[in-house]
T-cell receptor, first 109, second 113 residues
Framework: DAKTTQPTSMDCAEGRAANLPCNHS???????VYWYRQIHSQGPQYIIH???NNETNEMASLIITEDRKSSTLILPHATLRDTAVYYC??????????FGQGTILTVHP | DAGVIQSPRHEVTEMGQEVTLRCKPI?????LFWYRQTMMRGLELLIY????????DSGMPEDRFSAKMPNASFSTLKIQPSEPRDSAVYFC???????????FGPGTRLLVL
């Protein structure tokens, strides 16, 4: 599975959009991009995933570049409860999600 | 649905003791995963099952670790004998279909003294 690169940490003001980037330059054609987050002391929580097209759900939007070498997770109106570690994962292997170090997002009042 | 259920939530034991962690996946899910999380190594996949059959155990650290899934609603992860370096948070997750959303349990916090 392709490796991902994410910034170690990011800050965001409450109520503003949080844009979390992820580079996956070695992604192959059949690999999906997944985003999970982990709030302190809890298990990881699925956010969104996509293959080629941009995706949106009630939690976030996922923007994948045309060459699929990078993506951005957008939390449109960040709240304090969105403070967490955000993991970007690319995978095609059934069941095998390889978690990296992720991005620590801190939302400030 | 109650989600993925793990027990115990906390476990403190002494080196050399046997430890058994338990997981009840979400009803109807056919994939079950065991992960371990430490500060040093992050979140690692240990093993996963599909329809109660172990598919990939390449992440199991050594023979002291074993996992079973006797039926669709129950799985165990056993460490025998336990060592201090096994101290970690162990998560169980389940999904319907391997490429679908994985739902994680609350984790078991294991401390081996």
């Amino acid at each position: 599975d392709a490796k991902t690169t994410q910034p170690t940490s990011m800050d965001c003001a409450e109520g503003r959009a949080a844009n979390l980037p992820c580079n996956h330059s070695t992604i192959s054609g059949n690999e999906y991009v997944y985003w999970y987050r982990q709030i302190h002391s809890q298990g990881p929580q699925y956010i969104i995933h996509g293959l080629k097209n941009n995706e949106t759900n009630e939690m976030a939007s996922l923007i994948i570049t045309e060459d699929r070498k990078s993506s951005t997770l957008i939390l449109p109106h960040a709240t304090l409860r969105d403070t967490a570690v955000y993991y970007c994962i690319v995978s095609t292997s059934y069941g095998k999600l390889t978690f990296g170090q992720g991005t620590i997002l801190t939302v400030h009042p | 649905d109650a989600g993925v259920i793990q027990s115990p939530r906390h476990e403190v034991t002494e080196m050399g003791q046997e430890v058994t962690l338990r997981c009840k996946p979400i009803s109807g899910h056919d994939y079950l995963f065991w992960y371990r999380q430490t500060m040093m190594r992050g979140l690692e996949l240990l093993i996963y099952f599909n329809n109660n059959v172990p598919i990939d155990d390449s992440g199991m650290p050594e023979d002291r670790f074993s996992a079973k899934m006797p039926n669709a609603s129950f799985s165990t992860l056993k460490i025998q004998p336990s060592e201090p370096r096994d101290s970690a948070v162990y998560f169980c997750a389940s999904s319907f279909g391997g490429q679908e959303t994985q739902y994680f349990g609350p984790g078991t916090r294991l401390l081996v003294l």
